[in-house]
């Protein structure tokens, strides 16, 4: 395939490919020229099981053969049943489901309204605060851009949305400041994924949870990057020991095929109500079974078990690496299958330089080396991308005239 077919038929809102692939197997991807990669970006944390897992093709194509789609005007056994499954993991709470991440952060948006509303006693019109962190990246939707402070994301379609705020990444007086009688709630990554794997600290975290419940709040969590087992976890913000009023999940929940969700807690489940919200395709019964099988190898497998050991000594040795090479490498960040190195030279350099010597990870944050292993990469292929990285590093030359 001659990649400059691309500008001929295709809009230019990504840059041209590098390159075309074709099949991919497990952590293994392969392009149409037969060339071999090592899949460490796995799709943007989207083929959490690598690629083509046996038990995910087998469950998606059952399903195709059974019921493809059927409208949410009629009930879904299995949409019901994943919903029980993940409210298993979240807690006591209802789950809607949709297609994306960024129409998973839309929903969040519009229960914040809806919650913003009630509070003031029903009146509409008045604009219902949002606070978010700079630096997040909720979406390029409009209004999941608009909770999205970067330049890059928003340039060129003012104005915005109007009720959005953002706080100083990681400071909770930040936070704090910004939270007045119209803030209906607080919207975040606990990792921010494309603003380079930066971590809101535990301490942050349960902080904005007290802020939250002193104020009448609600803390919603974008988990669809950073959730999924990617940490070690099921939820990444786990660890600080929280429960938020809402979650939004999407990228590995379907293993590759497009499925999103909103978590909300029991509490606030009743504010949607029938025709304030609604999606054609979300929760279908193939979208589901993805989804469930998902699950099911996750468990079976224990990938959050496998990921939280191998992740730490991935980290530990991804340091090392690093640390021969201070003039290149600023910080090495991120937990479980979820890591990036921080770069003191252009990061899309090194990700190409990766790239020609077998490794796909992806850029993040302007400077950031974004690293996401399908959830089942094992210690052979860790020890093989780490020497790739550790060949790159100590051969590197800039691509690019200073």
């Known amino acids: 395939m001659d990649i400059t077919e691309y500008s001929h038929c ?60 059927c409208t949410n005007l009629f009930a879904i056994p299995e949409q019901a049943r994943l919903a029980e499954r993940l409210t298993r993991k979240a807690g006591a709470g209802r789950m809607l489901f949709c297609n994306s991440g960024a129409e998973a952060n839309e929903a969040l948006i519009k229960l914040a309204r809806l919650y913003g509303c009630n509070k003031a006693g029903g009146k509409e019109g008045k604009i219902i605060k949002i606070v978010s962190a700079e ?140 025709g304030s919200h609604g999606t054609t395709f979300g929760g279908s019964p193939l979208a589901c079974a993805a989804a469930h099988a998902v699950l099911d190898v996750i468990e079976e497998e224990k990938l959050m078990e496998k990921v939280a050991v191998r992740g730490a000594s991935f980290k530990i040795e991804l340091e090392t690496v690093a640390a021969k090479r201070p003039d290149l490498v600023k910080e090495v ?20 330089a990766l790239r020609m010597r077998g490794l796909i990870a992806v850029p993040a944050g302007g400077d950031s080396v974004r ?16 020497e790739i990285i550790d060949k790159t590093l100590s051969t590197f030359t800039a691509l690019t005239k200073p």
């Open 371 to 386: 690293i996401l292993p399908p959830l089942n990469a094992n210690e052979g292929e860790i020890a093989e991308a780490l």
């Open 333 to 352: 960040r991120g937990r479980g299958y979820l890591l990036a190195m921080s770069m003191k030279v252009p990061c899309g350099e090194i990700v190409t």
């Open 135 to 274: 630096g997040d990246f909720h979406g390029r939707t409009y209004g999941a851009m608009s909770a999205t402070s970067g330049s890059k994301i928003r340039s060129g379609f003012a104005p915005l949305a109007p009720g959005f705020a953002f706080a100083k990444f990681n400071e909770l007086a930040s936070f704090e400041g910004l939270l007045d009688e119209d803030t209906a709630a607080v919207l975040i990554e606990p990792i921010q994924g494309e603003g380079g794997v930066r971590e809101t600290t535990d301490d942050v975290l349960r902080g904005i949870r007290q802020l939250c419940d002193e104020r009448g709040i609600l803390l919603m969590l974008d988990e669809v990057q950073c959730g999924m087992a990617r940490t070690g976890r099921f939820f990444s913000y786990e660890s600080a020991g929280i429960t938020p009023d809402a979650i939004a999940l999407a990228k590995g929940l379907g293993g590759g095929f497009p499925i999103g969700a909103i978590w909300v807690r029991e509490s606030h489940a009743d504010l949607f109500k029938p």
């Open 10 to 69: 295709l809009i230019s809102n990504y840059a041209t490919p590098p390159v075309a692939f074709d099949r991919g197997e497990g952590a293994r991807i392969w392009d149409v020229e037969g060339n071999e990669y090592l899949d460490f970006s796995s799709g943007i944390a989207v083929t959490c099981l690598g690629h083509s897992h046996p038990k995910w093709v087998s469950a998606v194509q059952k399903q195709a053969a059974k019921l493809v789609h």
